[in-house]
């Protein structure tokens, strides 16, 4: 499976921006799928997860409350609602994608899209 993740942008603390992960192919039902972020000279992070049909959804204590990760399996697209945004969720955010189910570890997926800047200003 491909993915291309998009939606990313400038925008000031306490605003709010949309992800979108759209993936290639039939099977993108049987994937879990995972948002990742990484900020520069940090590791990646586990930011969200989502199981295959969208009813169990789980998330880093980080973005809890505040983010929302959802599935359209119709449209092949999974989407992170990023909602009052902060500095420290700067980072480059990545989708993931694995036939083995959830995982809060990034080394759990085989599938990883280009990556999509968010900036949050102070």
């Known amino acids: 499976v491909q993915l291309q993740a998009s939606g990313g942008g400038l925008v000031q603390a306490g605003g709010s921006l949309r992800l979108s992960c759209a993936a290639s192919?039939?099977?993108?039902?049987?994937?879990?799928m995972g948002w990742f972020r990484q900020a520069p000279g940090k590791e990646r992070e586990f930011v969200a997860a989502?199981?295959?049909?969208?009813?169990?959804?789980y998330y880093g204590d980080s973005v809890k409350g505040r983010f929302t990760i959802s599935r359209d399996n119709a449209k092949n697209t999974v989407y992170l609602q990023m909602n009052s945004l902060k500095p420290e969720d700067t980072a480059a955010y990545y989708c993931a994608a694995d036939r083995w189910g959830v995982d809060r570890k990034s080394s759990g997926y085989s599938y990883w899209g280009q990556g999509t800047q968010v900036t949050v200003s102070s």
């Open positions: 989502i199981s295959t049909s969208g009813g169990s959804t």
């Open positions: 192919g039939r099977t993108f039902s049987s994937y879990a």
